[in-house]
């Protein structure tokens, strides 16, 4: 295996994805529960000076607890605070969220603006977020769009909670420059003047953001950092309905409401925003129409109201992915065929280590990276990114996630079919696995008919008690079994015993498991045993 970084003996470090100036993130691993991770490691110089060192420990040890506790779907949960003994690297390990921030909805040339229910819906779930954290209670401190993000099902994440505060300058003067915790853009008047932050400095940044959303700019545009900041302290922000016409005149109210320079002038919480925000929301059932569309591919933060605790789509719909198009390889150099080759041989070793190792997740996540450079380099379709793809679909499998192998091994099985012909042992073994993620999906029916298929297709190759045959025969059994169709079991695996005895022998394990298997079944047949044994 590659050497990696690793934290703690267990968390491994991948890939630096985000940087800020409080610390860097890292898409990670958790070697010991087999998932992804995101791991921040907080800046170095926020340890100025030897003295300060055990006053940081207990500050980072109560603030990451603290953090722990905010019990809400919008918080990506805390897995792990780690401290390094010489006080110089400093982790959070997190949920890794697969999502856009909202820096992707407000770029300046986004035309038309963002809906109205996009941006009410963002507030709306950031307002629930705060009011659970406000109850623990933590004040974030740095609400801005970098640390907002809407996952892929739009329910919206607020990152970094106690971070700030972890670093907060008025006690500890911790970080470097003594310059105070937040963002020029999103600061608060009481953070420039360096007063006390409440809850309340959480409603003047979502004042910030909505305002941002609504409008498609920041509230204040100044020449210098030092500029902002003053702003923010003295200058009047500009209504909305200034700037973008059709914005109710009460949502404008709300937006100028949080943005009082004066936090007791604010709304009294965010339970407040919330309420004001709902006559803007998206009713249950309703659905969108074509003014409400956002930006093409961003996650629709408004589903979680038109469809609350809706079902995730079933398997095989709408994750489905269509079967990829064969295309022609660009004109690559020999030599650089050749090293991408070398390197797939690399991934390969490290695949094997991780699958003995039973890090299925990590081992999809390995052979994944290579996909694309493979695909680019060698064609979509040949047998070196199909074999890639192939292992991701089977370690997808071993790790238990059958609905994203499903997906997988049906577009193997197209592709093996247009290379190798449907036939062939790759496309029968692709579409034989998809059936069976379709078993262990409940979608017995079409398991049953897909293995089947390839029982047909076997038979009339190698007969009926090949490997493939065998196997197939007593997966089609067991299926039925799961059915309660227990006589059509019993008819399938009846006759696999037999011809299991003759060619294994009844003391195979296989054998004497099917043998097993149909005693239950008699039992079942014959309405169980007449009387207990004496």
């Not at 991770?37 to 603290?66: M, N």
């Not at 060698?378 to 793809?389: F, N, Y």
Request: proline content about 8%; glycine content about 6%.
């Amino acid at each position: 295996m590659p050497d990696v970084r690793r934290i703690a003996e267990r968390y491994e470090l991948l890939e630096q994805f985000n940087n800020g100036g409080m610390g860097d993130v890292w898409r990670g691993y958790d070697a010991v529960l087999d998932r992804p991770v995101a791991v921040k490691l907080i800046r170095p110089q926020a340890v100025t000076s030897p003295h300060v060192a055990e006053e940081f420990e207990k500050r980072f040890r109560r603030e990451a607890r603290v953090t722990a506790r905010i019990q809400h779907p919008g918080v990506p949960q805390v897995y792990d605070a780690v401290l390094d003994e010489s006080y110089e690297q400093l982790f959070l390990v997190m949920e890794l969220v697969d999502g856009a921030p909202l820096t992707a909805y407000v770029r300046p040339d986004q035309r038309p603006p963002l809906p109205l229910s996009w941006a009410v819906s963002v507030a709306a779930q950031v307002a629930t977020v705060l009011s659970y954290a406000h109850d623990v209670p933590v004040v974030h401190r740095d609400l801005k769009p970098s640390n907002i993000l809407v996952a892929r099902d739009g329910t919206v994440k607020v990152l970094d909670f106690g971070i700030a505060a972890i670093l907060r300058t008025d006690v500890t003067k911790l970080t470097a420059t003594g310059s105070p915790i937040g963002t020029h853009q999103y600061m608060t008047p009481e953070q420039v003047r360096g007063a006390r932050v409440t809850p309340r400095t959480d409603l003047y940044a979502l004042g910030c953001v909505l305002h941002e959303l609504l409008c498609g700019r920041p509230l204040f545009a100044g020449d210098s950092e030092w500029q902002l900041m003053m702003q923010h302290v003295n200058a009047a922000p500009t209504p909305l309905r200034q700037v973008r016409a059709d914005v109710p005149e009460a949502l404008e109210e709300l937006v100028l409401h949080l943005l009082r320079k004066a936090p007791e002038a604010r709304p009294a919480d965010v339970q407040e925003v919330y309420e004001r925000l709902r006559p803007f929301l998206p009713a249950p059932g309703e659905e969108s129409g074509p003014s409400e569309a956002g930006p093409s591919g961003a996650p629709d933060p408004t589903g979680i109201f038109r469809r609350p605790y809706a079902p995730r789509a079933r398997a095989g719909t709408s994750n489905a992915r269509p079967a990829a198009a064969p295309d022609a390889p660009p004109a690559v150099p020999a030599a650089e065929r050749e090293a991408l080759r070398e390197e797939i041989r690399e991934v390969y070793a490290h695949y094997r280590a991780l699958l003995e190792e039973e890090r299925y997740a990590q081992a999809a996540e390995v052979v994944g990276e290579m996909i694309e450079p493979a695909a680019h380099a060698l064609g979509s379709d040949s047998k070196p990114v199909l074999g890639l793809r192939m292992r991701r679909a089977v370690s997808r499998q071993l790790a238990g996630d059958h609905r994203a192998a499903l997906p997988e091994f049906e577009a193997l099985a197209d592709a093996y079919a247009r290379v190798s012909g449907p036939s062939s042992e790759e496309a029968l073994d692709s579409r034989a696995q998809a059936a069976r993620c379709r078993g262990e999906l409940g979608q017995v029916t079409e398991a049953l008919a897909g293995l089947n298929g390839v029982l047909d297709a076997v038979r009339a190759v190698d007969g009926d008690v090949s490997e493939n045959a065998v196997e197939l025969r007593r997966d089609i059994g067991m299926l039925l079994l799961a059915q309660q169709r227990a006589a059509e079991a019993y008819d399938v695996l009846e006759p696999l015993h037999a011809d299991l005895c003759v060619v294994f022998g009844p003391d195979d394990e296989l054998t004497a498991e099917v043998a097993e298997t149909l005693g239950v079944i008699r039992l079942d047949l014959d309405g169980g045993p007449s009387a207990s044994p004496s």
